[in-house]
């Protein structure tokens, strides 16, 4: 095929040579509209970002919401159960929408009902509990509930309402439907009274595999039957990830049930969907629970209840969310208008999956080893088989599965949002990873649940990589997510990444043919250095070597290798050089993701370092702002004062400000947020400091603490840590403290340094370094890794119990004292880790007696107490 792979696999797929190959016409974009401007008119917000989760939830135009904003404030909309004009206003414009959702799927109220619900989740579990169940009897075996194992989580959960009512639930391998052989007539009994569901995706969520919709009529007419008992069946079509970029004929293909999500095709709105019932089948349908709007009559002190003639009023309990349904009808017409309709959607995003599937296939290692692995039950030959969706995991060189935890780390180094784990179907990842039940038990024993980052287990991956296309996805989008697994994996033999290959180069077309393909972009901030130098108006131990004549000290972690402490060298610890550990410099961090503070001495609470990491910077919903959002947090260099019990704050371009270093009881309004999924109660330390923070960042901002009465306990617990007591943090994330060993940073150093393409002496400076771990212990060390072998340490008359190793996340690629992304460092420090990507180990009191001030100091002594099965070393690395 046109476009294989260049020596060593590095070479992307040309678009041209590959739409010049396809054996079918391939269409791009939607005829004379351009791609391209509708991107920037109505996806602006995507600038700079490649957005490739469009099977979780897709993007609304702006044009989508803009109308619907504007319908809110031209029109009143009330009520629907009420009979005022605003409310049959609002009456008559859902029942539009409910035309023109069959319109949509090529049916009309004579055939289909559309019942509102909250998701097509909530339309499952109707059809669960609605559904004319026989349990079994002396003359009967009851009902058959069966589901293809690669459905989603919703459509198995069905089978717990069935378990309920003794009836039988069947899962059915696909394989087994693909192999069942047609027959002629079906098993019945006489008076066809007993009822089997059979539930399918149209599209499998996992691996975007289509399957047949003339199954549905096989098997209502019992040519094709999940399992042989005499019967009538019903089919279940679960259409939520096929009508996302596909059209859908209920006219052809009549299930007796659809449900599915609107935000799926839309974008928005979100926690609404419906469940379409074939109105021969609604009769059968039963109810139990009645809410408002649901009865013709009913007594309140009999049980006497007359429900509505309509399937809709019988199943709508309460009130509908109406709003959001008014707005169905503005992504109607958005999609119409920018598309011209759902055919012309499944052609463009199939194009876009199968030309990246192609290249993605094509991608070798020097030795012919293929970089990815891709789980599908089709090669892409058609929209009729495969959606656009891709599951894949990313191999190495020996073929071993890398983590899809490290893969989505450093995607979003790349600004690409992916999805991964097993996508709420476990059946498919069991299928096509090879997990039994065996394992996916084991798995859990482990620690491993859904949604989790624990992605291998004994080296045998747990879940795997998904990417998307929706209508807005263009060929940029694909080249750069191309582009990005070159860069992640595809290496020369000294290590340096090979070269990328050029946009021209890659045979992108031009925008009257299929638009230019440009390389991936990632997000860098323009902030340069900062090079004011702050006053420290009485800072406490602030280290001596940062002090300059006039009393001013420059911002922390701006040392270089030839700018060390007095106390460093009299430890004999030169940038990781042997000797007795001790700590070589402290750390804290006042304000959450801002920069370090940097210290000789310092006292200790119950928390860890005084006053290390109690506060932190919301966004305008009180979500907590890190420098995976927001790089230039570390740009805010804290200064605390203890003696005037104060906090400087100063950035460059920004007049300091001060901030108490505990809160006014009377006025301190307390509030909640959320650290690592813990309730933190917290409190605004006022509008001066927020309207400083929100100048700073161009956006609304806050500045919060954590209360001095609130504790917050630590979910590790330590092994010697008497019963009963209870360990407190701060707004940290894991534990009270964080080391490090300088041998360990030299090591990754050296690799980096090795890896520069530039020839420069020094790309990654050992101070610069350390500062991207953000750790508050630094410790000198006589082997790299040596402290993820201990087991607790001890420095002076405090002990400290090693609670596990700290994995890391694209935090570290960002400069502290630029606030730009560097990729290679999570990279090479993923590769050298063999995936794992841990740096630093995790530290906690395992008691802590503060009836008198406690200190740590740079220069103190740290005695580590080893693991029993670790291996121990009498001679020092040979660095």
């Known amino acids: 095929m046109a476009g294989e792979a260049a020596p060593g696999g590095a070479e992307l797929l040309a678009f041209a040579r590959f739409r010049e190959s396809s054996k079918q016409p391939l269409a791009y974009g939607y005829g004379p509209r351009s791609l391209r401007e509708l991107r920037q008119r109505e996806f602006s917000r995507l600038a700079g970002t490649v957005y490739l989760d469009h099977a979780g939830a897709t993007l609304f135009p702006q044009s989508q919401l803009t109308r619907f904003t504007n319908d809110l404030m031209e029109n009143v909309y009330g009520n629907p159960h009420s009979q005022n004009i605003s409310s049959r206003l609002t009456h008559d414009t859902v029942e539009h929408v409910r035309y023109r959702i069959l319109a949509h799927f090529h049916t009309s109220p004579e055939d289909y009902s559309v019942i509102f619900t909250a998701g097509s989740t909530a339309a499952l579990k109707l059809v ?40 039988t639930s069947v899962p059915v391998r696909p394989e087994d439907m693909w192999s069942a052989e047609t027959q002629g007539t079906a098993a019945r009994d006489p008076d066809g009274q007993l009822p089997h569901l059979f539930c399918y995706p149209a599209q499998s969520n996992f691996s975007g595999t289509r399957y047949p919709l003339s199954w549905i009529g096989e098997v209502k007419a019992g040519r094709r039957c999940p399992v042989n008992v005499p019967g009538k069946w019903f089919v279940l079509l679960d259409a939520a990830s096929y009508v996302s970029t596909s059209p859908l004929d209920l006219s052809v293909h009549q299930a007796d049930f659809v449900p599915l999500s609107f935000y799926k095709i839309f974008g928005f709105p979100t926690g609404l969907g419906a469940l379409l019932v074939n109105n021969r089948v609604a009769p059968l ?55 011209g309709g759902m055919e012309n959607i499944k052609q463009h995003t199939f194009t ?185 108006s009485g800072v406490c131990n602030v280290l001596p070597s940062t002090v300059d004549a006039g009393g001013s000290h420059p911002p922390p972690l701006m040392a270089t290798r030839t700018q060390q402490t007095s106390l460093e060298k009299a430890a004999g610890v030169l940038d990781g050089g042997l000797g007795p550990h001790v700590i070589t410099n402290l750390y804290l961090y006042p304000i959450k993701s801002c920069a370090a503070f940097e210290v000789t001495k310092w006292p200790l609470g119950n928390q860890g370092l005084l006053y290390d990491r109690s506060w932190m910077v919301v966004n305008h919903n009180g979500v907590c702002l890190s420098q995976k959002q927001e790089p230039r947090l570390c740009l805010i260099q804290p200064f605390i004062d203890l003696q005037q019990k104060i906090m400087v704050i100063r950035a460059k371009g920004m007049e300091p400000i001060e901030v108490p270093l505990e809160e006014d009881g009377e006025q301190a309004q307390i509030c909640q947020s959320k650290v690592c999924a813990d309730r933190v109660n917290t409190y605004n330390c006022g509008e001066k400091i927020s309207s400083w923070l929100s100048r700073f960042f161009g956006r609304p901002c806050q500045l919060i603490k954590q209360s001095s009465d609130f504790q917050r306990s630590a979910k590790r617990r330590g092994k010697d840590q008497p019963v009963g007591t209870a360990a407190f943090l701060s707004l940290v994330n894991e534990a009270q403290y964080l080391l490090i060993n300088r041998s360990s940073v030299l090591e990754l150093q050296q690799q980096l340094n090795a890896s520069d393409e530039h020839g420069k002496e020094e790309l990654f400076p ?64 993923s590769e050298s880790r063999e995936r794992k990507v841990n740096f630093g180990v995790y530290l906690m009191h395992m008691s802590l007696d503060l009836s008198s001030p406690r200190f740590l100091s740079v220069g103190s002594q740290v005695l580590p107490v080893l693991k029993e099965n670790a291996e121990r070393h009498d001679l020092p690395a040979s660095d």
């Open 128 to 167: 669960a509990e609605a559904f004319p169940w026989v349990s079994p009897g002396p003359e009967s075996s009851g009902s058959h509930f069966c589901y293809l194992t690669d459905s989603h989580t919703s459509v198995v959960g069905m089978r717990k309402v069935t378990m309920a009512m003794n009836v």
């Open 766 to 829: 050992m101070k610069d370094l350390i500062s991207r771990f953000r750790a508050n212990i630094i410790t000198n060390g006589t082997r790299a890794f040596e402290e993820e072998k201990w087991d607790g340490v001890s420095i002076g008359s405090l002990r400290f119990q090693v609670s596990g190793p700290c994995h890391r996340c694209q935090m570290i690629c960002i400069d502290q004292q630029t606030g730009q992304r560097n990729q290679n460092v999570f990279q090479k420090l």
């Open 285 to 339: 349908l039963r109810k139990t629970y009645f809410g408002g709007g649901t009865a013709a009559a009913y007594l309140a002190g009999e049980d006497f209840y007359i429900p509505r003639h309509s399937v809709a009023e019988r199943f709508e309990d309460g009130t509908i969310s109406f709003l959001d349904v008014i707005a169905l009808k503005h992504g109607f017409d958005a999609l119409e208008l920018l598309t």
């Open 352 to 536: 876009l999956a199968q030309y990246t599937y192609t290249a993605l296939s094509a991608l070798r290692y020097p030795s012919g080893a293929p970089v990815v692995r891709i789980y599908s039950d089709s090669e892409f030959s058609s929209p009729e088989v495969q959606g656009p969706v891709i599951n894949f995991n990313v191999l190495d060189p020996s073929g071993n599965i890398i983590g899809y935890s490290q893969v989505d780390k450093m995607a979003n180094l790349y600004n690409i949002h992916l999805r991964t784990g097993c996508f709420c179907n476990t059946g498919a990842c069991q299928r096509h990873l090879g997990i039994s039940d065996e394992m996916v038990k084991k798995h859990l024993q482990a620690g491993h649940v859904c949604g989790d980052n624990v992605d291998l287990i004994d080296g045998q991956p747990t879940g795997s990589v998904r990417i998307s296309f929706g209508y807005m996805s263009t060929l940029e989008d694909a080249q750069a997510f191309l582009r990005f697994i070159i860069a992640m994996q595809l290496r020369g033999s000294d290590g340096q990444p090979l070269p990328q290959t050029a946009a021209g180069e890659a045979g992108a077309l031009s925008e009257s043919e299929a638009q230019d393909a440009v390389l991936a972009t990632t997000d860098r901030c323009s902030s340069s250095p900062q090079k004011e130098a702050p006053t420290a």
